[in-house]
């Protein structure tokens, strides 16, 4: 993943980062993404999901435990030629909720625009490029 970051009233910001999927029985899901900002002293952002698309549907569900907004609950369809996700942060007064959305550009490549919003207001954005890499055995 390389992209930009831009929060309200500032300058875009280099993000880089990585996710893993893992698969399991019974379409059951598990992904860890890891995001850093090379050339800044902000700090990395982890994001641990568990997930289950429902069967024969094109519809899911997850929990993701953020290392920065905590616990959240979410969805997600996934359309011809992108993944639409929504969440929200469980228990929070500010209301902090988001959403993604990962285009297919090709069988490997994806392009991701997401944003967190606190309350009706948009806080940050993120764009970036997202390549498959080849599996390794």
């Known amino acids: 993943m390389q992209g930009s970051w831009l929060?309200?009233?500032?300058m875009p910001i280099s993000v880089k980062g990585m996710t893993l999927v893992v698969w399991n029985r019974d379409n059951w899901f598990s992904m860890?993404?890891?995001?850093?900002?090379?050339?800044s002293d902000r700090s990395e952002i982890s994001l641990q999901y568990k997930g289950r698309l429902h069967d024969g549907e094109r519809q899911y569900t997850?929990?993701?435990?953020?290392n920065l907004l905590g616990q959240i609950e979410g969805e997600g369809w996934i359309c011809p030629d992108s993944i639409v996700q929504r969440y929200w942060v469980v228990d929070d007064r500010?209301?902090?909720s988001g959403f993604e959305t990962l285009h297919r550009i090709s069988?490997?490549?994806?392009?991701l625009t997401s944003g967190i919003l606190t309350g009706?207001?948009?806080?940050?954005?993120?764009?970036?490029s997202l390549e498959r890499q080849p599996k390794k055995v």
């Open 7 to 10: 929060e309200r009233n500032g």
């Open 32 to 39: 860890a993404t890891k995001i850093i900002f090379p050339g």
């Open 62 to 66: 997850f929990l993701l435990q953020h």
């Open 94 to 96: 500010q209301r902090r």
């Open 107 to 111: 069988d490997d490549t994806y392009y």
């Open 120 to 128: 009706h207001f948009l806080t940050s954005t993120m764009e970036a």
